[in-house]
């Protein structure tokens, strides 16, 4: 079956036979008997997306039968490198009419939507999207960070994965076509080099964008729909946990008695204390962080978050010294720009990680300090080596979290049975 890119350039082949420059035109008659009537009908119904694209991206205009060649396609369809490029680059225009909506918003997040390791390699962070549609219509959302809380204020989900769909739902149809269009113009202006991968990658990078599709469709409810249900500190919480028999167990967190945190035998209290380290790398991660923080708290863990804590005239210095020595555990959310600021000192990162580091040094067998990776691979010095809990993927997201409370909690999946007795040899 013949791709959108391999359509688009059929197209492009006729203009060139034709010599045709700015201004000169060939007719749809001849496109729809060299190129249309030679695919199946399947890829009719692709032609037609790919046709109505090429308008709207700007490479031809339309006068009764005539495809008048612009400025910008005889700028591209001469130029070896560009055609190159976008035969590898994707297609994420959906039809003009009758587009299903769902399918072209699942086909778009994958190329602007996932985090970590396997990151998205058109991404586009929340404040760029929203300012995106704001340029298209701003009546939907026209501040970042108003349209976040207000959706918190609403008990909506602030994942992009949900808040992005939501969004281009708000919009009206043409609206809708029109913000496909400037992504994908977006991506054919900044082509993405590690996009341009080999053929045996792409056959794995599908692969794997078909499973998660899979996984993301088999639901009736968003996963980060299920995990921002925010309640008070303490709330009584029931958390399904699975055993190794595969059987769903119950447990109430509030109510645990004799929990511990560290692996010494240190009693905790109810609601043990925690301290979140991080890095501002903008709005959406500090809104991910708080939402996370949020979450932790629901199930009755008294997180320290500067986002909650810190007023006007508050010392730095002493708040996060305080913080980290009265913690039972400190999270540090890493992500690249931790990293960096963490190995060079630098900003309120570093301070934190030199009050960090100087406690691992006095007891390097200390499990105080636990490392929770967001995004990038790169762990500070001090906490490299230490086990890590892998927040990177969203789509793990509920089954990590439950690890890491059950780690807070001191409550393992698995505990060591009761040791038996000797055996009494004589009758083994």
């Known amino acids: 079956m013949e791709k959108e890119r391999e359509i688009a350039n059929s197209i492009f082949e006729l203009f060139r036979q034709y010599n045709c420059r700015k201004g000169i035109a060939i007719t749809y008659p001849l496109v729809e008997s060299r190129v249309k009537n030679r695919l199946s009908s399947n890829e009719k119904s692709l032609f037609d997306i790919v046709y109505n694209g090429l308008i709207h991206l700007g490479f031809y ?10 400025h910008k396609g005889e700028l591209c369809i001469y130029n070896e490198d560009f055609i190159n490029k976008i035969k590898e680059l994707p297609w994420i225009i959906p039809p003009l009419k009758k587009a299903d909506w769902t399918k ?17 390699p058109y991404y586009i962070e929340g404040s760029d999207f929203v300012n995106l549609v704001c340029k298209i219509d701003d009546s939907v959302c026209s501040n970042y960070s108003q349209y976040i809380k207000e959706r918190e204020s609403q008990k909506k989900s602030i994942f992009r994965v949900d808040y992005y769909k939501d969004i281009i739902m708000d919009l009206e149809e043409t609206s809708r076509y029109q913000l496909f269009v400037d992504i994908q113009k977006k991506i054919e202006d900044n082509p993405n080099p590690d996009y ?16 998660e599709y899979n996984t993301m469709t088999s639901h009736t409810e968003s996963f980060s729909e299920q995990i921002t249900q925010i309640f008070p500190l303490g709330n009584k919480r029931r958390i399904n946990v699975e055993n190794d028999n595969n059987k769903s167990n119950l447990m109430n967190i509030s109510e645990t008695k004799n929990l ?26 500090q809104d991910w962080v708080r939402l996370f923080a949020e979450r932790l708290v629901s199930v009755g863990i008294d997180v320290k978050l500067d986002q909650w804590e810190l007023r006007g005239g508050t010392l730095l210095a002493n708040f996060m010294q305080e913080a980290v020595n009265k913690a039972q555990r400190v999270l540090c959310i890493i992500t690249p ?31 105080r300090f636990i490392p929770i990776l967001r995004a990038g691979n790169d762990i500070p010095t001090y906490l490299d080596g230490r086990y890590r809990f892998d927040f990177t993927n969203e789509d793990r997201f509920e089954d990590e979290f439950k690890n890491l409370i059950r780690e807070i909690y001191n409550e393992p999946k698995y505990k060591k049975p009761a040791l038996g007795s000797k055996p009494d040899f004589n009758n083994i």
């Not at 205009?61 to 612009?70: A, H, P, R, Y």
């Not at 905790?268 to 380290?277: C, L, R």
Request: charged residues 25%; proline residues 3%.
């Open 104 to 120: 072209a918003y699942n086909k778009l997040w994958l190329q602007i939507g996932p985090e970590g390791p396997k990151k998205a």
């Open 61 to 70: 205009t339309i006068d009764k039968n005539n495809m008048i060649l612009t």
């Open 260 to 285: 511990h945190v560290d692996r010494n035998d240190k009693e905790i209290q109810k609601n043990p204390v925690v301290f979140i380290s991080y890095s501002w790398d903008g709005d959406e991660h």
């Open 337 to 367: 720009n931790y990293y960096k600021k963490a190995q060079g000192l630098k900003g309120g990162v570093g301070c934190e990680y030199s009050i960090i580091s100087t406690k691992i040094a006095n007891n390097l067998h200390t499990d």
């Open 196 to 211: 341009l991968i080999s053929q045996e990658e792409k056959i794995q990078t599908n692969s794997t964008h078909k499973e």
